[in-house]
């Protein structure tokens, strides 16, 4: 399982015409704000993704991207114990490689 942060830039992007029947200029490029880490309140709300390879992906927009905010996400979408079904893989192939090359272990 892998989480990562993304932050949008909200604001009007589309629909040329009714910005120009409403007498503005199109946004040639993004909406100038400060940089960095943005808030819901900020017009840059971060988007917050778990994602399992070769599975599932959860999205969810986020007030903010704080500890207190993101834990209770992970804990309801990850399975408890999960990591362990990787190490038993993991160790499966290690093991398959090593034997497959001749190579002598104290385990197998």
């Known amino acids: 399982m892998e989480g990562d942060e993304v932050y949008v830039v909200a604001g009007h992007k589309g629909y040329p015409e009714i910005v120009r029947k409403l007498g503005r200029t199109g946004r040639r490029r993004r909406l100038k704000g400060a940089r960095g880490r943005g808030t819901l309140d900020k017009e840059k709300p971060p988007i917050f993704g778990l994602f399992q390879r070769n599975g599932e992906v959860a999205l969810q927009m986020l007030p903010n991207v704080q500890q207190a ?11 408890p114990g999960s990591q362990w079904e990787v190490a038993g893989v993991l160790r499966a192939r290690l093991l398959e490689a090593f034997q497959r090359e001749g190579v002598k272990t104290p385990w197998g």
């Not at 905010?69 to 399975?79: D, E, L, N, Q, R």
């Open 69 to 79: 905010t993101i834990h209770p996400i992970i804990m309801s979408t990850v399975k």
